[in-house]
């Protein structure tokens, strides 16, 4: 699917969810991106293949309704994928397990 996109033959969207996700992650220092959230995230919406998806009310109320973890994101995300209708990419196997969600990876 990565390389589908960076061909331009597919599209992976980006959910603000995982936006927020990755901000959090760095402050922690979970995760060391080597610029700042706001330019890693500029770089990646630089190709076309890797669109923002904004948050939605309907995408919080999926995500109050059911959700695969005690992780908000991970709910979140979800909403967003079944929004959309469209498998996510994850590795979470709590998220896999819960079958809210087509898995890809």
Known sequence: MFAAAERRAGL????????????????????HLQCSIRDFFADLFS?????PLDLTAEQIYLAGAVRPNADPFGALICAAARHLDLPLLT???DIEESRLVSVVW
């Open 47 to 51: 190709n076309a293949a890797y669109p």
């Open 12 to 31: 992976i969207y980006v959910p603000a969810a995982v936006m927020w996700a990755y901000t959090l992650l760095a402050r922690a220092g979970r995760i």
């Open 91 to 93: 590795r979470d196997r």
